[in-house]
């Protein structure tokens, strides 16, 4: 079974930080890219950022950079995003993912694993 899990999420107040993992069984990720997306109520999933097999290239979306890392340790078959000075509207549910397919990184079609996800709310 290919399996991804997510955790880390929780309650965090606005500027707070949180880091969350995703760790695979059933496959190793240093095969894979990885990306993390995002989905808030009533809103569709969104990508987050992404980092590529080796790690020499990420992305991120426009409105966490600057705020947000990722990373990877193949060694732990993890890989991390470190969330900063978080506000109200990076409340949502977040979700890693394993690219298989694609060109498109922020297009949730180019991945086929994925997490279950976990709950990120950001509140005072």
């Known amino acids: 079974q290919l399996q991804l899990v997510e955790s880390g999420g929780g309650l965090v107040e606005p500027g707070g930080s949180l880091r969350l993992s995703c760790t695979a069984s059933?496959?190793?990720?240093?095969?894979?890219?990885i990306a993390w997306f995002r989905q808030a109520p009533g809103k569709e999933r969104e990508g987050v950022s992404y980092i590529s097999v080796t790690g020499g290239t990420t992305y991120f979306a426009d409105s966490v950079k600057g705020r947000f890392t990722i990373s990877r340790d193949n060694a732990k078959n993890t890989v991390y995003l470190q969330m900063n000075t978080l506000k109200p509207e990076d409340t949502a549910i977040y979700y890693c993912?394993?690219?298989?397919?694609?060109?498109?990184?922020?297009?949730?079609?180019?991945?086929?694993?994925w997490g279950r996800g976990t709950q990120i709310t950001v509140s005072s």
């Open positions: 993912a394993a690219k298989v397919r694609g060109s498109i990184w922020s297009d949730t079609r180019s991945y086929n694993y």
């Open positions: 059933g496959f190793i990720l240093d095969k894979y890219a």
